[in-house]
T-cell receptor, first 116, second 114 residues
C-alpha cells in the first residue's frame, strides 16, 4: 500500500537557521513524484518543490531543497535561512499509480514555528 | 495567486441539504482534482478529471459527485450533507495529470454543516 509518513507534528527553529522536515514514503510503483506544500494559517496550499523518482539530483527552489534518498525512501525538505513568514504547516505528498489511476496522497503534516 | 479559482469561499448550510462547489483551473490546465481537508482525516484525494473525463477516484462518498465541463471548469456536488462533511474543500489543477505533474491549489471552499 502507498503511504506517506511525517513523524514530526511540530518543529521549532530560530530565525535565520536551517531546518529539516522529515518525510518517508512507500510505494511499489517505480515511477512517482514527490511534492512539498506549505499551508499558512490563511489556509491556501502553496506548492514549494518537486522531485521525480528518476531524478538524479536533489531538487532545489530558492531557499528550499529536497534531500532525496531513494534507497531509504525519504524525501526531506530543507529550508535554509528560516524567516518568520515560514511559520506554517508543511505537507509532503506523493503521486503514484494506484488502483484506478494516479493518485496523490498527503502526509499528516508538520507545523513549523519560526522564532525571532 | 495560483491561478485556480474556487467559489464560494465560505458556505454554511444545514444537514440534509445539497451544495455545489465550483472550480476554474489555471489557464491551459486540462486536469482538475478535488480534495477534502478535515481535522480528523487530513487531506484526502476525492476525484480527478482530465479534459472532461474521470481519470482517478479516491475516497469520494457516494453522496458526492463531480463533473468537468467542456470549458474545463469543474463542480463538486455534495448531497444529503452530514455534520462530518464540514471541511475545507480544495480544487487543484495541472496540465496533464500524470505522475510528475505539479498540482496548483485554489484557495479552497470552507463548508460548515450545522
Amino acid at each position: 500500500a502507498q503511504k506517506i509518513t511525517q513523524t514530526q507534528p511540530g518543529m521549532f527553529v530560530q530565525e535565520k537557521e536551517a531546518v529539516t522536515l522529515d518525510c518517508t514514503y512507500d510505494t511499489s510503483d517505480p515511477s512517482y513524484g514527490l511534492f512539498w506544500y506549505k499551508q499558512p494559517s490563511s489556509g491556501e496550499m502553496i506548492f514549494l518543490i518537486y522531485q521525480g523518482s528518476y531524478d538524479q539530483q536533489n531538487a532545489t527552489e530558492g531557499r528550499y531543497s529536497l534531500n532525496f534518498q531513494k534507497a531509504r525512501k525519504s524525501a526531506n525538505l530543507v529550508i535554509s535561512a528560516s524567516q518568520l513568514g515560514d511559520s506554517a504547516m508543511y505537507f509532503c505528498a506523493m503521486r503514484a499509480e494506484n488502483t484506478g489511476g494516479f493518485k496523490t496522497i498527503f502526509g499528516a503534516g508538520t507545523r513549523l514555528f519560526v522564532k525571532a | 495567486d495560483s491561478g485556480v479559482t474556487q467559489t464560494p469561499k465560505h458556505l454554511i448550510t444545514a444537514t440534509g441539504q445539497r451544495v455545489t462547489l465550483r472550480c476554474s483551473p489555471r489557464s491551459g490546465d486540462l486536469s482538475v482534482y478535488w480534495y477534502q481537508q478535515s481535522l480528523d482525516q487530513g487531506l484526502q484525494f476525492l476525484i480527478q478529471y482530465y479534459n472532461g473525463e474521470e481519470r482517478a477516484k479516491g475516497n469520494i462518498l457516494e453522496r458526492f459527485s463531480a463533473q468537468q465541463f467542456p470549458d474545463l471548469h469543474s463542480e463538486l456536488n455534495l448531497s444529503s450533507l452530514e455534520l462530518g462533511d464540514s471541511a475545507l474543500y480544495f480544487c487543484a489543477s495541472s496540465d496533464s495529470g500524470g505522475d510528475t505533474d505539479t498540482q496548483y491549489f485554489g484557495p479552497g471552499t470552507r463548508l460548515t454543516v450545522l
